[in-house]
């Protein structure tokens, strides 16, 4: 392919303004965004903003200052609706992505009968799987036996019709990622929705590897629950505050974990030892805010209004395809195979290369000013995020890494990955 397209490409793109928005490190490309998403200027402000409360009002913070505290979550949770195609109300901000899934099992999952089992994959991600093993084991089953983990055929994707194929009449549950987080695969999560209810079972997804990259319908899709970070493509921050959903029709469900701040905001404050559940998602918080790991989401919300999850998603599907064109035709011979699914539809907002040497290839990128990700065994994944990656990033990306592998730079490296891959 023509290796000037970039900047046709990049003289059309219609979010290229917001790359201005962000810090970003000169001579580095970064694309690793869909693990740790890069600081932007509003974020920042936000976060000094809550930090300035703090100063200025002490404990009056909760119900005074620029962002008051008391009410936060449920803000915040209504300015992230959109992006998940969610009702204002279903919508939290709160605990962590973990925490959250232990929230939703523990009330969604009422084994009775024959139907015990969990139903998940076998490609997601390791900590869903610890989380649904010990609420399995705190009900006295054994995670062996009733944890269904629908298998791979290609050890990259999972297709939706074993996924459906395992709905049998013994599953109580299904939790699924939207997106795996090694192939970018994007499952249908209508498609499994509309399954699972018509053989009466539950199901919720874990939305890491797609929110802020992948437009959702939730409510529409009748989807029961869901749970993310929003450290990744939301751009919040290092160990930022998660999120979760739960479909209205699930409001009035006592949750599984109570805590004081899932309370109706009337009565927390009367110190009743009967729990008085708030009416909306805002009943599944558990503990107090994390109030200044959650204000740098204020300022990032800001940007993805103005922006728009549509306009995001093309630019993100663009990206990616562009980057495959040029490694299909730069790479060639040099032994790496896309892992990721091609069609739009199916494709999340990384790029999954593999390569036996894929360690030491990714030790290579950072010693020549890029920032990718490796996931084991063989998997380099390369995420040109829409908000401040540009054509051009991807197309001196490609041809940084086409000199490693024509210099065999990658040689000096032992192909084992760093602690934190």
Known sequence: MELGKWK???????LKNFKNEFYLKKGVLYLDGNSLGLLSKRAEKSLLESLNDWKECGIDGWMAGKHPWYTLSEE?????????????????????????????????????GSKTKILADELTFPSDIYALKSQLALRSLDPGQHLIRVKSRDGRLIEEEDIIKAMTDKVALIVLP???????QLLDMKRLTDEAHKRGILIGFDLCH???????????????????????????????VAGLYINAKHFGKEPGLAGWFGSNKDK??????????????GAFQIGTPHVLSTAPLIGSLEIFEEAGMDRLREKSLN?????????????AGFGFTIGNPRDDIRRGGHVCLEHDEAARICKSLKENGIVPDFRAPNVIRLAPVALYTS??????????LKKI????????FSNVREVIA
């Open 405 to 412: 592998m024509v210099e065999k730079q990658y040689e000096k």
């Open 319 to 331: 990206l990616t395809r562009y980057m495959m064109e040029l490694i299909e035709t730069e790479l």
């Open 391 to 400: 054509f051009e990033d991807v197309h001196k990306a490609v041809q940084r």
């Open 268 to 281: 927390q404050f009367d110190m009743n030892h009967d729990f008085v559940a708030a009416d909306t998602a």
């Open 8 to 14: 046709e490409l990049d003289e059309k793109d219609f």
């Open 76 to 112: 915040l949770g209504k300015k992230l609706s959109p992006l998940i195609g969610a009702n204002p109300e279903e919508v939290i901000i709160t605990g962590s992505t973990t925490g959250n899934l232990h929230q939703l099992t523990s009330t969604f999952f009422k084994p009775s």
């Open 210 to 240: 797609s929110i802020g990259a992948v437009p959702h319908k939730l409510s529409e899709w009748n989807v029961d629950f869901a749970f993310w970070c929003n450290y990744k493509y939301l751009n919040a921050g290092p160990g930022s």
């Open 178 to 184: 939207s997106v795996l987080y090694r192939s970018g």
